[in-house]
């Protein structure tokens, strides 16, 4: 009875939040019929007019307007989270203040006091410059200055930006387009596909999140990314530093497996065949495995060992975790920067991962590589096991990561040059 109960509450929640995002969308629609060519891109995408509902004026102080898909206090991580001291680099080189809208879910009052107070302490927002946490459908009708300078990560993002720059309603010099995967691999050949590929060609400034995917954007868009718009990934040194001091060598080792069966880039299955590979072999022996990144139904692994959920992890128990793990298994078969394995070598732990593209391999000896197959992985697992068993913690090493960019605080100073 409960399970029915619950599902007809999980029902009856989609719903509402489908009416109230169509509500949106006509709202954006209505308000962008007085620019001429609007009506065209309706129903392209929900999202499709949400800055062309926007009223340019010279009357309005300038800000800088970052889009996010969402914005959570609990979960600012990785992509958001980086997308965010971006944007604060951006308003306090340029003394501007900022604005933060969210595609989807509405940020309440007092989340959005969290985040503000995140911004001030985590990436030093200047006072003056305090933030504002918005829904996206502030945007239906609201002035803005002719020289806004807006900010998007994220396709779906960008692309209402792409409408409104088409649509003369902003100008594509104000863009900063923060480029942190290749997008189009997340959809089949589709409208989504072709959408987030376009993007990419909308004439905005693209700074880009690791010299991977720059050489990706390179040789499958033919774009010319500017070698100082390329950021080494944004890592948390502080708290990896942290759980380098706080690791330990155990009598056995531990694997924890970033496990995110929801998102197809980050191969799930392939992940679990490579586990039961490893599980089942005399390095496995002894092994203890767990899963973060996303909540799923507990694995057999071999025998009774299993791989056991942790799901999504706070910020601080993220580190906390690693600094007890010898093992990081993350997949990732896109060539955006995936936090995890980083994070594992720097604070001095052994990764396991995929090659993508020969991106990877040459990165760190504490990296291992394979291609995305099951016993090749589950081969890489094994040494990785071995290499754990027979050394002890290296220490903190960040070092490689120069490899993969600038500093991000150069490439904020530049980019903000830029559009100053």
Not at 29 to 53: H, K, Q, T, Y
Request: aromatic letters at 8%; hydrophobic letters at 45%; glycine letters at 6%.
């Amino acid at each position: 009875m409960n399970a029915v109960i619950n599902q007809a509450r999980t029902l009856a929640m989609r719903a509402r939040r489908k009416a109230k995002r169509d509500r949106v969308e006509r709202g954006f629609i209505e308000a962008s019929a007085r620019v001429p060519g609007a009506n065209a891109f309706a129903g392209l995408n929900p999202m499709s007019l949400a800055v062309a509902s926007v009223r340019p004026s010279d009357q309005v102080a300038s800000r800088v307007s970052l889009i996010v898909p969402e914005i959570k206090a609990e979960a600012i991580f990785a992509g958001i989270r980086t997308a965010l001291e971006v944007s604060v680099g951006v308003a306090n080189s340029l003394e501007l203040p900022l604005r933060i809208f969210a595609l989807w879910d509405e940020p309440n009052p007092r989340a959005s006091a969290s985040i503000r107070e995140f911004l001030r302490d985590e990436f030093g927002l200047s006072r003056w410059a305090e933030a504002e946490v918005l829904h996206v459908s502030a945007l239906t009708g609201l002035a803005v200055s002719a020289d806004e300078l807006w900010i998007g990560t994220h396709w779906t993002t960008v692309h209402p930006l792409d409408v409104a720059a088409r649509l003369n309603v902003i100008r594509p010099d104000r863009v900063i387009y923060l480029a942190q995967d290749y997008e189009p691999g997340f959809y089949p050949w589709s409208t989504e596909f072709a959408i987030a590929r376009a993007t990419y060609h909308a004439g905005f400034r693209l700074v880009v999140n690791s010299e991977p995917l720059a050489a990706y954007l390179r040789d499958t868009e033919q774009l010319d990314v500017d070698p100082a718009l390329v950021f080494a990934p944004s890592l948390d040194l502080g708290r990896l530093e942290e759980s380098a001091a706080n690791r330990r060598k155990y009598a056995q080792p531990s694997v924890m497996f970033y496990g995110r069966p929801n998102k197809p880039r980050n191969l799930f299955a392939i992940g679990i065949s490579a586990l039961k590979l490893s599980a089942t072999s005399p390095a496995g022996s002894g092994v203890s495995y767990s899963s973060v990144g996303e909540s799923h139904a507990t694995v057999a692994l071999s025998g009774t060992t299993t791989l056991a959920s942790r799901g999504k992890l706070s910020w601080q128990g993220y580190f906390e975790l690693l600094s007890n793990t010898d093992v990081m298994f993350s997949l990732q078969h896109s060539p955006h920067p995936s936090h995890p394995p980083l994070d594992s070598v720097v604070s001095g732990g052994i990764t396991v991962t995929n090659e993508l593209a020969g991106t990877r391999a040459a990165l760190h000896p504490r990296l291992l590589t394979a291609e995305p197959d099951p016993t090749l992985l589950g081969q890489r697992l094994n040494d990785a096991i071995e290499m754990a068993r027979s050394s002890e913690p290296a220490g903190f090493d960040s070092t490689f990561i120069t490899k993969l960019g600038a500093p991000l605080t150069d490439v904020v100073k530049h980019a903000s040059a830029l559009v100053a």
